[in-house]
């Protein structure tokens, strides 16, 4: 496979749930990101990893919880989510050195929570 | 306060006429900007990207322009094809050394639509 993978692409929880997202990428980038989009909102980031480090968390509820336990690999761990947390949830990788801003995507997982 | 502002929820052209996507930012301290394009049930794929002490860059059909002074920047397409038809974002980012790679702040997107 190439480029960044996304697993599941659609999920439907209830609010008492625990899920998780997957992403993978497998082109040797050293970051990763995780992404929202909301219905009519822009992308939000949520969260960095830099070399497996958590550079950034972006004001996040704890009821998402990331976990990278290497650079090609992020999760998302979602438990008690509300109704108000249905989006679209990107992840993303880059390099770092030089990067301008250029980063690569998956498809997404589409969150609905009942 | 949203920083990077799309004000066109959609544009309309015809295949071979020139498409213009316009965005307008609040902070002068962007350093990049940035358009990402995204097809349906697709992530977003970059695009184009021009430094803020640039006021145009050229990739083929596409171009942007910055103007600093007004804080807006566009995208041209030319000439449009009906392939071209997506979401464009656009995107900026304040480059801090290394730590400030991929925090980009996103525009809500213009839907364009290319006619046959």
């Known amino acids: 496979e190439t480029g960044v993978t996304q697993t599941p692409r659609h999920l439907v929880m209830g609010m008492t749930n625990k899920k998780s997202l997957k992403c993978e990428q497998h082109?040797?980038?050293?970051?990763m990101y995780w992404y929202k989009q909301s219905a009519k909102k822009p992308l939000e980031l949520m969260f960095v990893y830099n070399f497996k480090e958590q550079t950034e968390n972006n004001s996040v509820p704890s009821r998402f919880s990331p976990e990278c336990p290497n650079s090609s690999h992020l999760f998302l761990h979602l438990h008690t989510l509300q109704p108000e947390d249905s989006a679209l949830y990107l992840c993303?990788?880059?390099?770092?050195?030089?990067?301008?801003?250029?980063?690569?995507f998956g498809e997404g997982s589409r969150l609905t929570v009942l | 306060d949203q920083q990077v502002k799309q004000n066109s929820p959609s544009l309309s052209v015809q295949e071979g006429r020139i498409s213009i996507l316009n965005c307008d930012y609040t902070?002068?301290?962007?350093?990049?900007f940035l358009w990402y394009k995204k097809y349906p049930a697709e992530g977003p794929t970059f695009l184009i990207s021009?430094?803020?002490?640039?006021d145009k860059n050229e990739d083929g059909r596409f171009t942007v322009f910055l103007n600093k002074s007004a804080k807006h920047l566009s995208l041209h397409i030319v000439p449009s094809q009906p392939g071209d038809s997506a979401v464009y974002f656009c995107a900026a980012m304040l480059y801090a050394g290394g730590t400030s790679y991929g925090k980009l702040t996103f525009g809500q997107g213009t839907i364009l639509t290319v006619h046959p």
């Open positions: 993303a990788s880059s390099q770092v050195s030089g990067n301008t801003g250029e980063l690569f």
């Open positions: 902070n002068s301290m962007f350093d990049y």
């Open positions: 021009i430094s803020s002490i640039k």
């Open positions: 082109l040797g980038h050293n970051a």
